[in-house]
């Protein structure tokens, strides 16, 4: 099976390449930017420009897309936001239509709910978009299950996992404020966070599964003890720091009580995720 990866030279495009090609899967990149590395196999193209996607001529057959490609940045341009997540995503169906290709796994997000007052979110919770991102994640959402195609979407919580990720500049400031200072704030806010290895299996899955035909699944895991307080407390463990660890003074601000229920695609896939968040964090930990 040979599997296109759009935005394959992001963090999860790239780890999740090299997860394939160990499982004896083909692998095909589109991306905007060019690898320094000299690897073939990947088409540098703009998704939200349909001429230079219908131009494209790939070598290689295709059998399934996962589609990463996004713009996260809440605060980037509203326009630039909406023009390669939703309009990109709307030309890659389109692609896949006139490539004959089947399925689609697309990865969004849970800021496709923004339901604060609501403590336990699932599948079955109002969306209700937190920013344009989110909006703009649903909008794809919609297009791909009007397509016509096979899918998978996966709405995944903060994804961490390899060096120089954008967690990795919180976890070494974490550090030094540990060894310079005595106490660590956190605030009172669950972090969501989610070890990349856990969602790559999860896409295996819905590569491998039928029972992941059109259908829409929350990846979450351990949202019960993902609060800021708990990471600090192992990330101070992990790095030997006897710190005190203290509610912020402004406590009430920055606030997220949310738990967010990954309940379907353990019944549904069976899902028991290998690694979870500690053990994620252990590791990651050791390499940033």
Not at 244 to 259: A, M, Q, S
Request: charged share 25%; hydrophobic share 35%.
């Amino acid at each position: 099976m040979n599997c296109l990866i759009t935005g394959i030279n992001g963090f999860i495009g790239k780890r999740l390449a090299e997860e394939l090609k160990k499982n004896s899967y083909s692998v095909t990149g589109m991306d905007f930017s060019e690898l320094k590395e000299n690897h073939g196999g990947i088409y540098k193209v703009d998704i939200s420009n349909w001429r230079e996607l219908e131009q494209l001529k790939i070598k290689e057959r295709i059998d399934l897309i996962i589609h990463l490609v996004a713009i996260t940045d809440p605060n980037a341009e509203k326009q630039k936001i909406f023009s390669v997540n939703e309009k990109g995503t709307q030309n890659i169906c389109r692609f896949a239509e006139k490539n004959n290709i089947k399925k689609i796994i697309y990865i969004s997000t849970v800021s496709v709910y923004s339901s604060y007052n609501i403590k336990y979110i699932d599948e079955s919770t109002t969306e209700e978009p937190c920013n344009f991102y989110g909006e703009s994640k649903l909008n794809a959402e919609s297009i791909i299950k009007a397509s016509g195609l096979n899918y998978s979407i996966l709405r995944p919580t903060n994804i961490f996992g390899v060096k120089n990720d954008k967690y990795s500049n919180y976890f070494s400031k974490l550090k030094f404020r540990g060894r310079r200072l005595g106490i660590v704030f956190y605030y009172n806010r669950n972090t969501h966070l989610l070890f990349l290895q856990d969602l790559l299996d999860v896409i295996s899955e819905c590569i491998e599964n039928v029972k992941s035909d059109n259908q829409t699944f929350i990846v979450s895991e351990d949202e019960n003890n993902t609060f800021e307080k708990y990471i600090l407390k192992e990330t101070m463990k992990c790095y030997n720091l006897k710190k005190k660890i203290l509610p912020f003074p402004l406590f009430w601000k920055n606030t997220d009580g949310r738990i967010f229920i990954a309940k379907k695609i353990k019944e549904v896939l069976n899902i028991k995720f290998r690694f979870g968040v500690y053990y994620g964090l252990k590791k990651y930990l050791s390499e940033i």
